[in-house]
């Protein structure tokens, strides 16, 4: 079992930067990939990026590419989200998710944080 919870979201002004992090408890989090999704208003949740358990491992979106990075230290049971050059269109709900494998898929991830908001204003 991985209990997950996201911080580190809060209003920004674009082309800012903001870090979120997500805590997680339970042993076994170096076994899972963890990803970053995000939800706009009114809009479907999206994957943004994910990192293999070792961390060796990267992807991410298009339109976050080049802007964002993610990263994890196991020690400490955290992965983080780098997000810089920040927009309007980034305005979202932020979750972090744990998965077996390195996937983009909502499905194919076993846990869920809570979610931490995000907003970038013009």
């Known amino acids: 079992q991985v209990q997950l919870v996201e911080s580190g979201g809060e209003l920004v002004q674009a082309g800012g930067s903001l870090r979120l992090s997500c805590a997680a408890s339970g042993r076994t989090f170096s076994n899972y990939a963890m990803g970053w999704f995000r939800q706009g208003p009114g809009k479907e949740r999206e994957f943004v990026a994910v990192?293999?358990?070792?961390?060796?491992?990267?992807f991410f979106a298009d339109s976050v590419k080049g802007r964002f990075a993610i990263s994890r230290d196991n020690a400490k049971n955290t992965v983080y989200l780098q997000m810089n050059s920040l927009k309007p269109e980034d305005t979202a709900v932020y979750y972090c998710?744990?998965?077996?494998?390195?996937?983009?898929?909502?499905?194919?991830?076993?846990?869920w944080g809570q979610g931490t908001q995000v907003t970038v204003s013009s």
């Open positions: 990192i293999r358990w070792s961390g060796g491992g990267t």
């Open positions: 998710a744990a998965a077996r494998g390195l996937t983009i898929l909502p499905s194919e991830y076993d846990y």
